[in-house]
């Protein structure tokens, strides 16, 4: 009896065993403790990764930032920072210097996690530089204060670009741009004239627009309507985190911000957790399946393959799960039953 159905093999370059240098940005909240599980599961599976930390990374550290970009890939957990006051997001000031331009979230459903709706299967790819985060906010005369929404065309047409060649390289059937251009004409039309643009070169896909506020609703009443989404930053993210919890929750689904000389892999959800910081109970799937993403993104697409099927095994059987998806188990527990369920 065959062990397993036969595929064609995976066929590397000479020298694609190579050790990959790998930057690790822990950050903080319980990013830590998720990054940890994450490294335990790779160096368990011996990929070919060499790891460096930037531990309290400073985004405004320019020498830093260099060595960060001479690795071209990393694992990150989410940088705090005062919310209401202070200096802009550092989070938002590494995307830009790194120019990963295109944020990508993956939600789908898991076997063995007990949602409302089941057989989800969304991505969301969100421009990460411009829009409401441009970072452009004044006091124009006391207690009034303006911030300006900045959409180019370049930004917008080299994120239609990416959503497009996206769906196409994931065999995917639609693209929905999610837009406000009804109310704001000038700034959100520029995005959906840039994006009408790229969809008349990929005739096989399916081409769709809708408003931010029906988008919202729809996602949460019939999300399967959904396919690939490309949207603004501000819309991007509410709705990136929207189809996360239905796919059960911010310690679930995976994420990459991409551009064409860096990617920083993180969860699609950018949660600090402070509630849970510490207490060794935090749900690190996001990260994991993240760093599955990487190591597809690298050329070592049977350590993905060999890492995800760990997790949904862990997850099918439903005997060690951390508690936001219905069990009781630790962090190092659960990440120790996934090294377990990961096949040689």
């Known amino acids: 009896m065959l062990r397993r159905l036969f595929s064609t093999c995976y066929a590397p370059k000479p020298g694609d065993s190579a050790i990959r240098k790998i930057a690790v940005i822990p950050g903080d909240g319980i990013g830590?403790?998720?990054?940890?599980?994450?490294?335990?599961?790779?160096?368990?599976?011996?990929?070919?990764?060499?790891?460096?930390?930037?531990?309290?990374?400073?985004?405004?550290?320019?020498?830093?930032?260099?060595?960060?970009?001479?690795y071209k890939c990393a694992l990150k957990g989410t940088i705090s920072h005062l919310v209401?006051?202070?200096?802009?997001?550092?989070?938002?000031?590494?995307?830009?210097?790194?120019?990963?331009?295109?944020?990508?979230?993956?939600?789908?459903?898991?076997?063995?996690?007990?949602?409302?709706h089941q057989?989800?299967?969304v991505m969301v790819i969100r421009e990460n530089t411009e829009g409401e985060y441009s970072g452009l906010e004044h006091e124009v005369y006391p207690g009034v204060i303006e911030?300006?929404?900045?959409?180019?065309?370049?930004?917008?047409?080299?994120?239609?670009?990416?959503?497009?060649?996206?769906?196409?390289?994931?065999?995917?059937?639609?693209?929905?741009?999610?837009?406000?251009?009804?109310?704001?004409?000038?700034?959100?039309?520029?995005f959906l004239k840039a994006v009408r643009e790229v969809a008349i070169k990929y005739p096989s896909i399916e081409y769709k627009e809708m408003i931010v506020d029906n988008a919202s609703m729809q996602m949460t009443s019939n999300p399967w309507q959904f396919d690939v989404m490309v949207l603004p930053n501000l819309y991007g993210s509410i709705l990136a985190?929207?189809?996360?919890?239905?796919?059960?929750?911010?310690?679930?689904?995976?994420?990459?911000?991409?551009?064409?000389?860096?990617?920083l892999f993180e969860p699609g959800t950018r949660h600090l957790a402070r509630d849970i910081m510490g207490k060794g109970i935090a749900n690190p799937t996001a990260m994991i399946l993240s760093s599955a993403m990487m190591l597809r993104h690298i050329n070592l697409p049977h350590f993905a393959e060999r890492i995800q099927e760990g997790v949904f095994k862990t997850i099918r059987e439903g005997k060690v799960l951390t508690k936001d998806i219905g069990g009781n188990a630790s962090t190092y527990e659960y990440t120790k039953e996934i090294i377990k369920n990961i096949s040689h």
């Open 241 to 263: 985190n929207i189809v996360s919890s239905l796919a059960g929750g911010p310690g679930i689904s995976p994420g990459v911000n991409i551009g064409p000389e860096f990617a």
């Open 84 to 116: 209401g006051e202070g200096p802009g997001s550092p989070n938002l000031r590494l995307r830009k210097l790194l120019n990963v331009y295109a944020d990508v979230v993956h939600a789908f459903s898991i076997p063995g996690i007990k949602t409302r």
């Open 147 to 190: 911030s300006i929404k900045v959409i180019t065309r370049a930004g917008s047409l080299r994120i239609a670009e990416y959503a497009f060649e996206v769906a196409y390289l994931n065999n995917r059937k639609r693209v929905t741009a999610v837009h406000k251009a009804n109310i704001m004409k000038k700034v959100d039309g520029e």
């Open 119 to 121: 057989n989800l299967d």
């Open 32 to 70: 830590p403790e998720i990054i940890s599980s994450t490294l335990d599961i790779l160096k368990h599976v011996h990929a070919p990764l060499k790891f460096q930390e930037f531990t309290n990374l400073n985004v405004d550290d320019q020498e830093k930032i260099l060595e960060l970009k001479s």
